[in-house]
Antibody, heavy 123, light 107 residues
Framework: EVQLVESGGGLVQPGGSLKLSCAASGFTFSGSAMHWVRQASGKGLEWVGRIRSKANSYATAYAASVKGRFTISRDDSKNTAYLQMNSLKTEDTAVYYC??????????????WGQGTLVTVSS | VIWMTQSPSLLSASTGDRVTISCRMSQGISSYLAWYQQKPGKAPELLIYAASTLQSGVPSRFSGSGSGTDFTLTISCLQSEDFATYYCQQYYSFPWTFGQGTKVEIK
């Protein structure tokens, strides 16, 4: 059974940093891209970024709203993806989901999602 | 950036109704479009991908159509468990984008 479990959320002050983790199981993690999607309370879904597999050079892509502040990485030996968030702003407050594309590392929609972890940026 | 216009934002309907939700792109995306259902406090669930292919396990009352710039999600006979928020998503080019969402509520 595919499982994605996020952790690391919490309260952080504006300008601070936080690192989220996404532990994966039930599929070949090393062959899959991994994405992060966020959702502010009462708002819609916003794609944050993705990291591809080793076969695709761990290529990353980011939304304009987080580019230069957020970094996605992965550790295939631990079946875990990470989202390092720096220079956090109040508008980054959201539930952060990790998710995987339906088939490996291509252009596919998301068939499995984690339960989400809440990040609150506030003084 | 591909902009998406999803409509309506709110849809009031009754059990048994046929409902349609529209998603329009600012540029053509072939059939690289998915539809998700989200219930309060839960992660989204994939309903349809490639514009019209039903995800495994999704009831056949859900269907999708369209290509290029105009897409539609149809629920043929609304059930109580279908009251939720629906999102379209393009995965044709980065940044991948979602529609604004359509909340389907009980009339």
């Amino acid at each position: 059974e595919v499982q994605l479990v996020e952790s690391g959320g919490g309260l952080v002050q504006p300008g601070g940093s936080l690192k989220l983790s996404c532990a994966a199981s039930g599929f070949t993690f090393s062959g899959s891209a991994m994405h992060w999607v966020r959702q502010a309370s009462g708002k819609g879904l916003e794609w944050v970024g993705r990291i591809r597999s080793k076969a695709n050079s761990y290529a990353t892509a980011y939304a304009a709203s987080v580019k230069g502040r957020f970094t996605i990485s992965r550790d295939d030996s631990k079946n875990t993806a990470y989202l390092q968030m720096n220079s956090l702003k109040t508008e980054d407050t959201a539930v952060y989901y990790c998710t995987r594309p339906a088939t490996g590392d291509g252009y596919n929609p998301f068939d499995y999602w984690g339960q989400g972890t809440l990040v609150t940026v506030s003084s | 950036v591909i902009w998406m216009t999803q409509s309506p934002s709110l849809l009031s309907a009754s059990t048994g109704d046929r409902v349609t939700i529209s998603c329009r792109m600012s540029q053509g995306i072939s059939s690289y479009l998915a539809w998700y259902q989200q219930k309060p406090g839960k992660a989204p669930e994939l309903l349809i991908y490639a514009a019209s292919t039903l995800q495994s396990g999704v009831p056949s009352r859900f269907s999708g159509s369209g290509s290029g710039t105009d897409f539609t999600l149809t629920i043929s006979c609304l059930q109580s468990e279908d009251f939720a928020t629906y999102y379209c998503q393009q995965y044709y080019s980065f940044p991948w984008t979602f529609g604004q969402g359509t909340k389907v509520e009980i009339k």
